[in-house]
């Protein structure tokens, strides 16, 4: 049961611009570093900063992959 809701949920974050999930990131770090978090809820923001890093990676490697296309293309 846990398979589609994480499928949805990868499909939901791939829709993400990628500034709004950078900035979704930036906004965990920052509240994982005040230190006002209890553990629970610092293991929940975690998990959503680890998907939304890959989220990221995913697309700048997906923009690094269409420039190397678009410089082969113009030479």
Do not use: H, W
């Not at 398979?3 to 770090?29: C, G, H």
């Not at 610092?42 to 923009?63: F, H, T």
């Amino acid at each position: 049961m846990s398979k589609p809701a994480r499928n949805t949920e990868s499909t939901k974050l791939d829709k993400l611009p990628f500034e709004t999930a950078l900035q979704k990131l930036e906004d965990i770090v920052e509240a994982m570093e005040t230190g006002d978090l209890p553990l629970e809820s610092l293991l929940v923001r975690y998990e959503e900063g680890v998907k939304l890093a890959k989220a990221c990676q995913g697309k700048l490697a997906a923009a690094e992959i269409r420039i190397q296309e678009l410089e082969s293309a113009a030479d």
